[in-house]
């Protein structure tokens, strides 16, 4: 099975900031990597598919970059509706498998 | 708009049996592959299983955590995702939620597993 090493665990931000959350992937997954965001008691929504493209309705924030085992989620400037937690998730190979999450919170 | 509404979870005792159905509208549910994946109280994601589209022959792929107790299911004449869940486990206890090709997300029923 391929493992999702996903960083930090949790982080603490302010509106504004820019923020980075790393996914490393124990072997090569291509570009197959996809990035969610839940909100407590809620499903979660897919933000960045295929490592860099950006899910519609998405706000432009939001960037994915990365191939191969390392892959990035970068938010350009964190907004109130953005606390939430991210996780990453790699479709190259079954099972699929998700990184651990981040957690990211109002400084 | 796509649809994706869970149902049949609840309350049921280590060794049961239960089913879910996903039902599906806003989309040609038949042409694409379903996803369930769950979340344990507190935990993070994890996925359980797809089932392909008829062009892939219904092909199945799950986790080793499920595997042989766990079934999925479609019907593509009324549009309807199944988990067919026995055996199960007080570790299964967990929110369960359908999802269209990983994209689209239902909003996940509650099962626990608990005498």
């Known amino acids: 099975d391929i493992q999702m090493t996903q960083s930090p665990s949790s982080l603490s931000a302010s509106v504004g900031d820019r923020v980075t959350i790393t996914c490393r992937a124990s072997?090569?997954?291509?570009?197959?990597l996809g990035w969610y965001q839940q909100k407590p008691g809620k499903a979660p929504k897919r933000l960045i598919y295929?490592?860099?493209s950006l899910q519609s309705g998405v706000p432009s924030r939001f960037s994915g970059s990365g191939s191969g085992t390392e892959f990035t989620l970068t938010i350009s400037s964190l907004q109130p509706e953005d606390f939430a937690t991210y996780y990453c998730?790699?479709?190259?190979?079954?099972?699929?498998?998700f990184g651990g999450g981040t957690k990211v919170e109002i400084k | 708009e796509v649809q994706l509404v869970v149902s049949g979870g609840g309350l049921v005792q280590p060794g049961g049996s239960l089913r879910l159905c996903c039902a599906a509208?806003?989309?040609?549910?038949?042409?694409?592959?379903m996803h369930w994946v769950r979340q344990a109280p507190g935990k993070g994601l994890e996925w359980v299983g797809l089932?392909?589209?008829?062009?892939?022959?219904?092909?199945?792929e799950d986790a080793a955590s499920v595997k042989g107790r766990f079934t999925i299911s479609r019907d593509d004449s009324t549009n309807s995702l199944y988990l067919q869940m026995n055996s199960l486990k007080t570790e299964d206890t967990a929110v369960y939620y359908c999802?269209?090709?990983?994209?689209?997300w239902g909003q996940g029923t509650l099962v626990t597993v608990s005498s």
């Open positions: 999802s269209r090709g990983m994209g689209d």
């Open positions: 509208s806003g989309f040609s549910f038949s042409d694409h592959y």
């Open positions: 089932i392909r589209n008829k062009t892939k022959s219904y092909t199945i």
């Open positions: 072997q090569d997954i291509r570009n197959e």
């Open positions: 295929a490592a860099s």
């Open positions: 998730l790699q479709q190259n190979s079954y099972p699929l498998t």
